[in-house]
């Protein structure tokens, strides 16, 4: 069954400081990953997505994902953080037949604190 | 362009009770879904309609129902609740309801069972 885990529950970094937050996740086939940050009180807004083709994916805000197949991971970065980064981050795999945006399976996010 | 609306914003109800929540997509968005989120299990898919047509439907009870008309504007349903029903409750739309279509999520519905 698909499955997709995020090992950090919360993170704490320093404004300016570099950002990474792990996504593993369990697929059989090329997996459909996607990025995604909450603020609080607020939807979901998709930050990045990767479908196939280079493994190294852009996305807005200044973020980047990584696609590593042997490793079953995807995961985001950030150079430098700024204090408005601080948010829920949910990495999330959709089936890539058949399948639709709409059906994705959510890891259970990590949130993420900004010291000044 | 407005984005996904979700009304109510907050609702509190009594265990036992039903409830309708309301869910308009963007304009000219076909597809709608639904997902119930909580501390405990993250973010789930309850099910998604496209054209008025429910095309998935994830691992919840029957007491979880949802519907969507001809203007694209969906409602989900759940009766008899529970107090594990307590959630933020997300619709999210998109154009074409594919997996190259962006997923666009309102706010979301507080629901608060006591």
Redesign the interface.
Known sequence: AQSVTQPDIHITVSEGASLELRCNYSYGATPYLFWYVQSPGQGLQLLLKYFSGDTLVQGIKGFEAEFKRSQSSFNLRKPSVHWSDAAEYFCAVGKNYGGSQGNLIFGKGTKLSVKP | KAG?TQTPRYLIKTRGQQVTLSCSPISGHR???W?QQTPGQ????LF?Y?SETQ??K?NFPGRFSGRQFSNSRSEMNVSTLELGDSALY?C?S?KQ???????H????TRLTVT
Do not use: C
């Open positions: 996904v597809s709608v879904s997902y993250g973010l789930q898919f998604e496209f095309r998935n994830g997300l999210a998109s309801g594919d997996l190259f279509s962006p997923l999520f309102g706010n979301g």
